[in-house]
């Protein structure tokens, strides 16, 4: 391993799930480089996931959808990383802007994910393996590989929150359920819709719990705010006071926060799912067209629960099919199966996220195939 690495810069671009599997590596390279100046790159609109992590010294955020939306401005941004003379650039997502970003990036070696074309300007890329092994199993091998660590500290995903972001969650949670009330989060939106799993589910789910006394809070962002109406809807409890509706209200400092008064994270395979592992919540979660190896809730406390369809995993973001079998990954995981697990979870952790202890290097999930 070359130790004279003294800038390193990591590039993830990407969604909330992508950018929170890249904590593992910030953890690892600084066990491995204690005295460089390591700094992420990321999504500015992203920034409270990783913008106070302890392992960084420095966080880059690129407006994408903003201010550097444009070829100028865009340009300015890599010369504004040239500047900085980075040694070593990691990048971490094989998309164009994090390839271009990359490879003119200025840096004494450069590799990870690119795009052709891109790729040679880079010391040595590597293919992203997320299909047959967990995206941060991929992301060591780059590390291993073309960095030349040796040590790998996972130490799981990782988010680190401001304290008057949690005080504001915890008067949120005390001003809208009462005292001692265990509450179980929803999330139901999911980026693409086949990974999302039925809503008249997760309305009778929502049924059972507030029927047994638990509340039940749904998150999400303002994107997922019809659908979580619609569900609503659907609800006989719609009207109970320990139903909660946030969604699109939160910050994600604020939701994680949040997470850590909950009891349960009952969740589609989404980015507030992997915040979830990072809060240490316990997880129930339903896959359909996502690979489980690359993107199960890195957490041995959480369950996955998929069917065996043989166009599983398809990585489509609509179903093809027609009739019975149209979305039959999803309509095949019914709501008793879900509620075993559930109530499987309560039973054995029953108290707020923040009170479970974490365990370093336990985060192979449960896995049920129907």
């Known amino acids: 391993m070359d130790s004279n690495y003294k800038k390193i810069l990591v590039i993830n671009l990407m969604h909330i799930g992508d950018l929170m599997l890249v904590t593992p590596v910030l953890r690892t390279l600084r066990t491995n480089f204690p005295s460089a100046h390591i700094a992420l790159l990321a999504d500015k609109k992203l920034a409270d996931l990783v913008q106070y992590n302890e392992h960084i010294d420095e966080c880059l955020l690129l407006d994408k959808k903003g201010a550097d939306d444009n070829l100028f401005d865009f340009a300015k941004f890599i010369f504004k990383i040239r500047e900085k003379k980075f040694d070593l650039i990691i990048n971490l997502h094989r998309n164009e802007r994090a390839s271009a970003l990359a490879a003119f990036g200025g840096a004494k070696k450069t590799v990870g994910y690119s795009k052709p074309g891109f790729s040679l300007f880079f010391t040595q890329v590597l293919p992203n393996l997320k299909a047959v092994k967990h995206q941060i199993h991929s992301h060591f091998d780059v590390l291993r590989q073309a960095v030349g660590i040796e040590k790998i500290d996972d130490g799981g995903l990782e988010m680190t929150i401001p304290d008057e972001k949690k005080i504001e969650a915890a008067k949120i949670f005390s001003e809208n359920f009462p005292a001692g009330t265990k509450v179980v989060a929803f999330n139901i939106g999911a980026s693409w819709p086949t990974k999302r799993w039925i809503d008249d589910y997760f309305a009778e789910c929502a049924d059972i719990l507030i029927g047994r006394g638990y509340g039940v809070a749904f998150l999400g962002g303002t994107m997922d705010e019809k659908i979580v109406a619609d569900c609503v809807a659907k609800m006989r409890e719609k009207n109970n006071p320990l139903l909660k509706i946030f969604t699109g209200k939160f910050s994600l400092a604020v939701l994680a926060g949040f997470l850590d008064k909950c009891v349960l994270f009952l969740t589609t395979d989404s980015g507030p799912m992997h915040i979830g592992v990072a809060r240490n919540i316990p997880i129930v ?86």
């Open 285 to 370: 979660t339903m896959f359909g067209s996502s690979p489980v190896p690359g993107f199960y809730p890195y957490d041995a406390k959480d369950i996955l629960i998929k069917t065996p369809e043989p166009c599983h995993p398809c990585g489509k973001h609509i179903c093809p099919k027609s009739g019975e079998e149209n979305f039959a990954c999803m309509k095949k995981i019914p709501v008793e199966v879900v509620m075993k697990y559930v109530d499987e979870l309560l039973e054995k952790y029953n108290c707020p996220a923040e009170e479970l202890p974490r365990i370093y290097g336990e985060y192979q999930c449960r896995v049920i195939e129907l």
